[in-house]
Structures are given as structure tokens and as C-alpha cells.
């Protein structure tokens, strides 16, 4: 068997030759009173950059295309719905129906029943609406003159 021997002080020292990096000495007032200010601008500067990176991204302008693309496309839709359907003859009849009616109520006497039972219904509310008025803002009274209560 090999006997070891200890290593020396000295020599450990110089297997562990490690630099220990030693750091500045921050005063207790710098440690307590950070610069807010300045912190605030760097945040703001890295902000800024964080924005002006996303928008001028080709994600944001494939995204930007896509959407312009798909309300166009939307859009363009829409209006062929809305041709097709004035073109057709349904919308026609539907058309037809509709100004025929409104000429026979125009013209017929259940038009003008119609107009009188609405202009009298309307009215009968006024009237009501004005009775529900009045029992929210009293009528004053006049008071009595002297002469008229030593007359009595």
C-alpha cells in the first residue's frame, strides 16, 4: 500500500489558484436610492423597441395582409348576396306584394279606420299622460282672500 501524505497549506493554496472576483462596494445610499428616473427611461427605450420591432415584424405584416385580404373577400360576398337576391324573383314578388298592399291600405276605408283608431288611441294616452301628470305636480290653490272669509 502507498502511504499519502497531507497536503500542505502552501500547496493546497496553489492547486486552488481561483481568481475571486471581488465587487465594487456599493454605498448604503446608492443601495437604498435606486434611479428610478433612470430606470423608467431604459424601460421606456426598451418598450419603444419591443413595439417598433412586433409592428415592423413580417408576422405583423402577414397578419395585416391576411386581414385586408379576408374583409375584402368578405365584402365582395356580400354584395354578390345582395345582387343576387335584388335579381331575383322572389324579391320581386315580395316587392310587388308589398307596394299593392300599401296601395290598398292607402287607398281603401280600412286605411283611413286604421289612421282615426291611431290619431283617437294617441289621444286617449295625451289625456291619461296628462292625468298621471298631475298627481305628480300638485295644482296650487289660490289662497282665500281676507275679504272673501269675513263676507262668509
Do not use: C
Not at 374583409?71 to 335579381?87: G, H, L, P, T
Not at 292607402?106 to 291619461?128: C, F, I, P
Amino acid at each position: 500500500m502507498t502511504e499519502e501524505t497531507t497536503p500542505s497549506v502552501e500547496e493546497i493554496k496553489e492547486r486552488l489558484k481561483v481568481e475571486i472576483p471581488v465587487e465594487e462596494e456599493v454605498t448604503k445610499a446608492e443601495a437604498q436610492n435606486p434611479d428610478v428616473a433612470e430606470e423608467l427611461r431604459e424601460f421606456g427605450k426598451q418598450f419603444a423597441d419591443t413595439i417598433r420591432t412586433a409592428w415592423n415584424s413580417a408576422e405583423r405584416q402577414r397578419l395585416e395582409t391576411e386581414l385586408r385580404d379576408g374583409m375584402r373577400s368578405f365584402a365582395d360576398e356580400v354584395d354578390k348576396a345582395i345582387q343576387e337576391i335584388k335579381k331575383s324573383p322572389a324579391a320581386d314578388r315580395v316587392k310587388t306584394e308589398a307596394v299593392n298592399v300599401r296601395d290598398k291600405v292607402q287607398t281603401s276605408d280600412v286605411g283611413h279606420k286604421a289612421r282615426s283608431g291611431v290619431a283617437s288611441g294617441l289621444q286617449v294616452l295625451s289625456e291619461q299622460l296628462a292625468k298621471l301628470a298631475e298627481r305628480f305636480t300638485p295644482v296650487e290653490k289660490p289662497v282665500p282672500d281676507a275679504e272673501e272669509e269675513s263676507t262668509e
